[in-house]
């Protein structure tokens, strides 16, 4: 449920689902991302622009020159969710090489952790993940959540550029990035798989808010001559 | 027929096409983008006969040097800007914006730079010839989406025009000043609340500076240290343009047109919707002051806002 609803300026609405981040709340989020992104496409809804989904707060972005905050929450007081409401999620498999030159952290991630790698990525892989949100760059999933022993802060000092297709976890998340972008997570490994698909315009984003996502490891073997 | 196009003989500092910007794309990371000024991207099409969605070449500072082959068109440039066109007779004719002119093939257009702001615009009558992205010709570098590889213009580089079958006129021109205002209206964040009582009344009372670092994606500010008496970190969510997010040096940052769609810094303040042109034209070292509106009020400064905009764009018409 939303808890408050608030406006972000005078052209988005901000709906707080509370402080904590579980996927309890996340799937509320994104069960009224999934409904809201159907009346849109309905044309049920009129002047939404956009909706960001996050960890706890869905945004709505409007049209100001079409509606109104105060019509917008009114139109969310009055929406009611069957719990059958139907969540398009699925599930998504990603290979990835976690040699020393795609894992770029071990070396600090042993120290802080106190775990040698293979304990490291036995941690790592034993866990199906749930995608709570993507963005920050076209397509990112930030997934959750990573299992206690493997937790670990961002680097002091974020990268210039890390390198598409690395992946990365922090505190109790874990992420790909979809392109080379200044970043600070610890890179663990590197995927050959394209995450993100800008000239696939129906569908670029392989993973979606709410979508389960399992890590397999492959060997720079497999990795080299990867072929989608 | 042979194409219409320009020839980029200079591209100028960071030329892009835009037009209205992306919709439905924030959940997977893909920003808004599109025109910066977008009442000043509506004129120059308006001024061709162009829908006003139409895509436009958006430029910055210093504008690009096109030579014009195989045809002829009309065009208009709108913004605070200093052009010249060079007609085939070596002749060279001061531009004046807000004006519809015509061009002969080999002719070129000379966008010298922008006066006391940023961004201008060129429309040319009919539209360019492009191919769309997500229902929008927008250029997001940062992504390379959209037209020309979502890259800025290189020197050699072609912009297509669409053939168009006839040359509009009459010619059409309005007289339209670039008002600067200093005074930016905001509307408080939802992380108002985490700053200290006198950071709060500072960040309205004191002046802050726009910095170098401004570009398509954000501007950052530089004055008073807003404290932060709560937490230099939210969970990440949501961004959209014109938020004003405070990292944990206290500087402020306003979000624009190709901001990244999720941040986790503390959001003290949104500009509004009628101020966004202006905020986008401002320049490095231009001394602002932000000033509360409310909700209410805003929303009645986006309707003057929008009907000045209509009011020229009918006298255009």
Known sequence: MIK?????????????????????????????????????????????????????????????????????????????????????????????????????????????????????????????????????????????????????????????????????????????????????????????KKIFIKNQIENPALIKPGDRVIFYEITEKEFLNWNE | MSEIFFE???????????????????????????AMDLRNHKLANALVSNNTQEATVEFAYQGPLLKLKNGKINFAITGDVVF??????SEVENGKCYKNYFLEQEEQIDIISTKNSVYGYLAIGGGLKLKSYWDSFSVNT????????????????????????EVKGPDRQIEYNNVSNKSIRVIKGTNFDYFSPKSQSKFFKEEYSVTNLTDRMGMRLKGSILENIKSTNIKSEGLIKGVIQVPADGNPIILLNDHGTIGGYPKIAVVISADLDKVSQLTPNTKIKFEEVSLEDAENLFKNYLSETNKYLNEIN
């Open chain 1, 4 to 192: 408050n609803i608030s406006n972000l300026g005078d052209a988005s609405v901000y709906c707080d689902f509370g402080s904590e981040v579980n996927e309890n709340i996340n799937s509320e989020v994104i069960k009224y991302f999934n409904y809201l992104s159907q009346l849109v496409k309905n044309n049920k809804i009129e002047g939404i622009t956009n909706l960001s989904p996050s960890y706890n707060k869905l945004i709505i972005s409007f049209d100001l020159s079409l509606t109104t905050f105060s019509n917008i929450k009114n139109s969310l007081e009055k929406i009611h969710i069957e719990n059958e409401f139907k969540q398009q999620s699925k599930n998504v498999k990603i290979p990835v090489c976690c040699e020393d030159k795609y894992g770029l952290d071990f070396e600090r991630l042993s120290k802080k952790l106190k775990l040698n790698k293979k304990e490291i990525l036995n941690f790592y892989f034993s866990k199906e993940y749930f995608c709570y949100m993507t963005g920050f760059i076209a397509g990112m999933p930030f997934l959750g959540d990573l299992k206690k022993n493997i937790r670990c802060d961002r680097l002091e000092t974020p990268r210039v550029k890390v390198p598409e297709g690395s992946v990365g976890i922090t505190e109790q998340f874990a992420n790909i990035y979809t392109f080379e972008s200044p970043g600070g997570w610890n890179i663990i490994g590197k995927t050959p």
């Open chain 2, 8 to 34: 980029i003989l200079r591209p100028g500092i960071n030329t892009t096409i835009q037009d209205y910007g992306r919709k439905y794309l924030y959940h997977i990371g893909v920003t808004v983008s599109g």
């Open chain 2, 84 to 89: 010249k066109i060079i007609r085939k007779n």
């Open chain 2, 142 to 165: 940062k992504a390379n989406i959209g037209p020309n590889n979502g890259k800025k213009f290189s020197i050699s580089e072609k912009i297509q025009i669409k053939n168009s079958i």
